[in-house]
């Protein structure tokens, strides 16, 4: 994992300095602390790398905070109503900076109606070994944070829910959370699983 700063790349246009009362942010909750438990969002000093959303309406989500640390607190999310991606103008509400790959969330959901969850997060072991599954991948390793990145995913997204982005993390997508999140899970305990049949 190359970032060493998951700063946005991007302005923020506060609307509000606070969350939607939202019953699906439990369950974005639950998700966060098991895939910060199963090693999938990993720590560094000021936060955790990954990111994960779920569609509240039309292209609005509620998506992580950049850094987030306490995936218990409501302040730990930010609601994204609408992007300008022509600017790099993301419109929030909320009291921090949302996730670096605001962006990148907005244009999946704009582009799969069928998808109302995201869960981006971090794995050697997917990114070393994705091709034994045959999980689709981005050609080259774009800047994170990027539009450049988010259009990347796109091209190979596809109608695929999930994904490799090539020297940076992976991407699972589904109709709802705990579709996104198992599927993740799936996949690791498969490649784990054929990885130690190989090892005997």
Same mark, same amino acid.
């Given at each position: 994992?190359?970032?060493? !700063?998951?700063?946005?790349? /991007?302005?923020? +246009? /506060? ?8 019953? $699906?942010?439990?369950?974005l ?17 000021s936060?955790? /790398?990954g990111?994960?959303s &779920? ?9 992580t905070? !950049?850094?987030?640390k306490?995936?218990?607190s409501?302040e ?18 909320? $009291? ?8 990148? #969330?907005?244009?999946?959901? $704009?582009?799969?109606?069928? =998808?109302?969850?995201? &869960? ?8 070393k ?13 774009? !800047?994170y944070?990027t ?5 990347? =995913?796109?091209? =190979? ?10 020297? #940076?993390g992976?991407?699972?997508?589904? +109709?709802?959370?705990?579709?996104a ?20």
């Amino acid at each position: 994992m190359k970032e060493i !700063s998951a700063r946005p790349k /991007f302005d923020t +246009k /506060f609307l509000a300095d606070s969350i939607p009362d939202i019953a $699906k942010i439990n369950s974005l909750k639950y998700w966060c602390r098991k895939f910060c438990k199963a090693g999938l969002m990993p720590f560094y000093g000021s936060g955790s /790398f990954g990111n994960m959303s &779920f569609r509240i309406k039309g292209n609005s989500f509620l998506i992580t905070a !950049s850094g987030i640390k306490d995936p218990s607190s409501n302040e730990s999310f930010v609601m994204i109503s609408s992007v300008d991606l022509e600017k790099r103008i993301v419109y929030a509400h909320g $009291k921090r900076k949302p996730s670096s790959e605001s962006m990148m #969330h907005y244009l999946i959901y $704009k582009n799969r109606k069928d =998808v109302n969850a995201i &869960f981006h997060g971090h794995s050697d072991e997917l990114l070393k070994y994705h091709r034994r599954l045959g999980i689709p991948s981005t050609i080259r390793d774009e !800047s994170y944070g990027t539009v450049r990145l988010a259009k990347s =995913v796109l091209d =190979v997204l596809d109608n695929h829910f999930f994904m490799i982005m090539k020297g #940076h993390g992976f991407i699972s997508v589904g +109709k709802n959370m705990d579709k996104a999140g198992k599927r993740t899970l799936e996949i690791l305990k498969m490649l784990r699983s054929r990885l130690a049949r190989l090892t005997r």
